[in-house]
């Protein structure tokens, strides 16, 4: 049976030009409407129709969550024109029930001083085929699932990392399912704190399965039940230490039978127990960690304890900072001389001053520094554009500083690719371009957001920043600090994302620049 067809849900999205808006507004919409903003096909297969009133022609796009995720919903028509259209909604039968989401658009052209200004007037079409149904699993069993199907699952929390909105870790004996927002007893989110959930508790939750970026998570879960756990780890003494080493100290408390502490193996070698010492459910646990000579490291420590039938486990992080320090090239052109102490620089390579050796220059958002040879260079098959992280030291030749003792930790090839080649990519956040296209128009001069052009191809860069590895207000002002303008040549690198279907270069970092002049 159809559901009553009333109130429909009204968006309004004003965007500048292709890509990301930089406002968004909710109206009552006169020039597109819909008979139903939601459709019901049955579970054993079917259709169901809607009328589109338009003022102006229209699309039509499904909200894909995940590669595939919608396949199974078929639409008469992606696009209308002006007038009174009948849209029919499809699907084959399916076992489970299962929803998704349309958005119907109208775009239109406003013009504002010199630019013209891209209006997107949308309005969001929910597709229900049957009922939900709920089903038991396991934490493999979610993350193998598919998209849109709920599922109540029961595990143990081993890992907090939002307390606003409710993002953790449950785990299971089959592996470990990621939580993506957690409702409180009232349904609200934002309100994490109030359910009292700690690492170590098992806790049952019910919610749908989704994914980001093809990894599985579950998305605003509800909380059945929390089984408090009979250990918790209180506080701990000295949790980063120095590189030298020294002590941690754990304070736990536990009210199960017995106390029982895991290291894993690959911490053994440079951290041990001390001394535990236990009055009543208060216990005092010491670790002692080596001097480290490497780079920063950091151990889980699981804490266990039983009632005679069920195990309870609570665990804390502790970390050691290394001999190997994580700098920026500025902060790396700052500190003295000094052949004892390393650095971990990143950034991309800008010039190659010998090919045999590995003498080029690495250059980040700060800075730029010269490399005085990176070891096995010849064998690493980098180039100029690729980026590049290194571990080497604060050198100087006539006073001019410099990397020296470069070892290549990791790298990310950059491939150099007009825009029409990127606009054929998949999105890959990990999959770099080095594109050179004529600045179009700046939408957004703080953060970099503009359109180049290359011959009839265009593209919209969603942020473009004074250099790799920029962060915070370090991100701004490169339009006015490079003086760029429309006309002037870009060259950026980036990997290529979208935003609502239009393909755009995401956080984009600045490599070069031609002036119009």
């Known amino acids: 049976m159809k559901l009553n067809k009333i109130f429909p849900l009204i968006f309004a999205i004003l965007a500048l030009m292709t890509s990301c808006a930089d406002e968004v507004t909710m109206t009552l919409l006169d020039e597109i409407q819909v008979s139903s903003s939601y459709?019901?096909?049955?579970?054993?297969?079917?259709?169901?129709?809607?009328?589109?009133?338009?003022?102006?022609?229209?699309?039509?796009?499904?909200?894909?969550?995940?590669?595939?995720?919608?396949?199974?919903?078929?639409?008469?028509s992606t696009s209308g024109a002006a007038g009174e259209t009948e849209l029919i909604f499809s699907a084959e039968s399916t076992l489970n029930g299962r929803t998704a989401e349309v958005l119907i658009t109208i775009q239109q052209e406003v013009p504002s001083g010199d630019t013209t200004l891209i209006k997107y007037l949308t309005q969001r079409i929910n597709i229900i085929q049957g009922v939900a149904t709920i089903s038991n699993a396991t934490a493999a069993e979610v993350n193998a699932g598919p998209d849109g199907k709920t599922y109540r699952i029961k595990g143990v929390c081993t890992k907090i990392e939002n307390t606003v909105y409710g993002n953790w870790y449950l785990t299971d004996e089959t592996g470990s399912v990621y939580i993506y927002g957690t409702l409180d007893k009232k349904g609200n989110t934002k309100n994490f704190l109030s359910l009292g959930l700690e690492v170590g508790d098992e806790v049952t939750i019910e919610g749908p399965k989704s994914s980001y970026r093809d990894a599985p998570q579950m998305v605003n879960v509800s909380v059945i039940n929390i089984n408090?756990?009979?250990?918790?780890?209180?506080?701990?003494?000295?949790?980063?230490?120095?590189?030298?080493?020294?002590?941690?100290?754990?304070?736990?408390?536990?009210?199960?039978?017995?106390?029982?502490?895991?290291?894993?193996?690959?911490?053994?070698?440079?951290l041990s127990i001390s001394a535990i010492q236990s009055e009543g459910i208060n216990s005092v646990v010491k670790f002692n960690a080596a001097a480290n000579t490497g780079g920063d490291r950091a151990v889980a420590i699981t804490f266990s304890t039983t009632d005679g039938t069920k195990d309870y486990s609570a665990s804390t992080n502790l970390s050691q900072k290394g001999a190997i320090k994580n700098v920026s090239v500025a902060d790396f052109l700052a500190a003295p001389v000094d052949a004892n102490q390393s650095y971990r620089l990143s950034g991309v390579i800008t010039e190659i001053a010998n090919s045999k050796y590995g003498n080029l220059n690495i250059k980040d958002f700060s800075g730029e520094a010269y490399v005085y040879g990176i070891k096995d260079f010849e064998t690493l098959g980098l180039k100029v554009g690729d980026i590049i992280t290194i571990v080497g030291k604060r050198a100087a030749y006539k006073e001019s500083p410099q990397v020296g003792g470069a070892v290549l930790e990791s790298s990310k090839t950059v491939t150099t690719a007009t825009i029409a080649e990127v606009l054929t990519k998949d999105d890959d956040a990990n999959t770099y371009f080095m594109v050179t296209g004529v600045i179009k128009s700046i939408a957004n001069a703080t953060y970099g957001n503009l359109t180049i052009q290359d011959g009839d191809s265009e593209i919209y860069v969603y942020g473009c920043y004074p250099g790799y590895g920029a962060t915070g207000d370090f991100r701004k002002n490169l339009i006015a600090d490079k003086g760029l303008k429309v006309g002037d040549t870009l060259t950026v690198i980036a990997p290529k994302g979208s935003y609502q279907g239009n393909p755009q270069l995401v956080n984009s970092f600045y490599f070069s620049h031609v002036s119009a002049e």
């Open 228 to 270: 408090k756990s009979l250990v918790k780890v209180d506080s701990v003494a000295n949790a980063t230490l120095e590189s030298e080493g020294g002590e941690f100290t754990a304070y736990v408390t536990n009210k199960g039978q017995g106390l029982s502490i895991d290291i894993p193996e690959d911490a053994k070698s440079w």
């Open 39 to 76: 459709v019901s096909i049955p579970v054993d297969g079917g259709s169901d129709t809607i009328t589109v009133t338009a003022k102006d022609s229209w699309t039509v796009e499904k909200v894909v969550t995940t590669k595939d995720s919608v396949k199974w919903l078929s639409i008469s």
